[in-house]
């Protein structure tokens, strides 16, 4: 059993990760752990018929390669290989992955601040490792004592997979004939900083494209020291939209700092809803794969069903989460799937998420406009609705405000309700949802209406009613 120090691992071993601060909730002892409890549970060692290795790569943060050497000892104690791919973007991770059919480990904490440092694992074909299938079995095994293996030692090697990437990128969104654009890119100091040159540029030997990149925070580097990788934040972006007015781009990308995310501004310098990249891509995707399933999470605005059925696609609502959107992509063979989160998963890429993808899908769908159409022109005619964004409201009995509110909404005349996740109800002209955070006394709302005046009056009643019954 691990030493009592280490903390909890139920706080360390969370639904979709394993996530702490470094090095007071995970570091070395802990990440060889959960690499030899990996190849148990998983039955990873080829003895076991099982693939015989495990690719690993880390993003920018300081305690990564000493992460990544005792997770990899702790691979090859359990007489499985180990293929070291160095630094890598989660969605590079995921497409190591899929292309060599081996499960994988991604040493990154995303978004969060300089202190912390997590896990994400998968199974071959980037397929996911949660609570349900395969986390939980790895705290458990730690918390017993993973059994030593007698057998030969796993052997290991590196292999650089930045160029094949890149190629499968633009394979998958082909952008060769777009026309010129000018493109500002803030990358956080996180990972779009090593993938935006290789894929958008030609640093990995493809060839050049007419984008005038201006760079933004580059520079790879785990301690954060412009803002926080963390796009979903209003006041990260500051940055990104002063530079794209000040240069007159044609659009802006921010990547969240292991750059499975990437939100858009358009020309005005104005975020662009991931609910409305949803809409477009979806469109894009059924353009080559006409009469699929596409999955949106139940938080994306009413116009992204409504221009998939438009375009003769199958529209699938799920609760919000990517082990969800995965499972319902699997079940239906979905060609793509998009949560208002800016998290997008495509079919091509193992049904796996990937920002860089998202940002190739807009320059695609701008760069074959006419010279001179704005981002925000293109994208109108998937803007039905106005959004209020996800509000948290701390909230200590989240049922009974829940409960309230249904009372109040969920009878009115012609309305919709279902509980599907959370409690959401619809109205012909306005739609909310409510949920509460599985970690945090708080409350998300999510109101839309087609009237802006309508969407702001309905969220402060709402927020009123939520602070009222808190109180």
């Not at 990564?64 to 991770?93: H, K, N, Y």
């Not at 580097?221 to 990260?236: K, L, Q, R, V, Y």
């Not at 925000?376 to 409960?403: F, H, P």
């Not at 109101?447 to 702001?456: G, I, L, S, T, Y």
Request: charge should be negative; aromatic fraction near 6%; charged fraction near 20%.
């Amino acid at each position: 059993m691990r030493n009592s120090q280490q903390g909890s691992l139920e706080q360390v071993i969370k639904a979709y990760d394993i996530r702490g601060i470094y090095p007071g909730q995970l570091d070395s002892s802990l990440a060889y752990d959960v690499g030899a409890a990996f190849v148990q549970v998983l039955r990873l060692a080829a003895r076991d018929g099982g693939p015989g290795a495990v690719v690993i790569a880390h993003d920018m943060r300081p305690s990564g390669p000493e992460l990544v050497a005792a997770f990899a000892d702790g691979v090859q104690d359990q007489g499985c290989d180990v293929v070291l791919i160095g630094l890598a973007s989660t969605d590079g991770l995921y497409f190591a992955s899929g292309r060599l059919n081996l499960p994988g480990a991604m040493f990154t904490a995303s978004h969060n601040p300089a202190q912390y440092n997590g896990i994400k694992l998968c199974k071959q074909e980037a397929s996911p490792v949660g609570q349900d299938t395969g986390l939980r079995a790895i705290r458990e095994l730690i918390e017993q004592g993973v059994p030593k293996y007698d057998g030969v030692r796993g052997q290991s090697r590196n292999q650089d997979m930045l160029a094949d990437y890149a190629s499968y990128m633009r394979e998958l969104v082909d952008v060769s004939s777009v026309r010129p654009l000018k493109v500002v890119v803030d990358a956080g100091n996180g990972m779009g900083g090593y993938t935006v040159p290789a894929v958008l540029q030609s640093a990995a030997g493809l060839p050049a494209l007419p984008l005038d990149i201006t760079p933004m925070y580059f520079e790879l580097d785990g301690s954060f020291p412009n803002h926080e990788a963390n796009p979903i934040d209003p006041e990260t972006l500051v940055d990104l939209q002063a530079k794209v007015i000040e240069v007159g781009a044609d659009l802006g990308l921010a990547f969240d700092g292991d750059a499975d995310r990437c939100f858009v501004v358009d020309e005005r310098g104005e975020l662009v809803s991931p609910s409305t990249l949803t809409a477009l891509i979806a469109v894009r995707e059924l353009a080559k794969s006409p009469g699929s399933a596409v999955i949106h999470n139940l938080i994306t605005s009413r116009s992204v069903p409504e221009v998939i059925v438009e375009n003769g696609g199958i529209p699938i609502r799920t609760r919000v989460g990517h082990s969800f959107i995965k499972a319902q992509m699997a079940q239906t063979n979905a060609v793509f799937g998009g949560e208002h989160s800016g998290h997008f998963y495509f079919r091509e890429f193992w049904r796996a998420d990937s920002g860089m993808l998202a940002a190739l899908h807009t320059i695609s769908a701008l760069g074959q406009t006419p010279a001179g159409t704005s981002l925000s022109s293109m994208l109108a005619q998937y803007i039905r609705y106005s959004l209020s964004g996800e509000i948290n409201t701390e909230v200590a009995d989240q049922a009974a405000v829940t409960a309230s509110i249904k009372a109040e909404y969920g009878q009115l005349p012609g309305v919709e309700v279902d509980e599907l996740d959370g409690l959401s109800i619809t109205a012909a002209d306005w739609a909310l949802n409510v949920r509460p955070s599985n970690t945090e006394p708080l409350l998300r709302l999510n109101v839309e209406a087609k009237d802006p005046v309508r969407m702001a009056e309905l969220r402060d009643e709402l927020l009123q009613r939520m602070r009222n019954t808190a109180e």
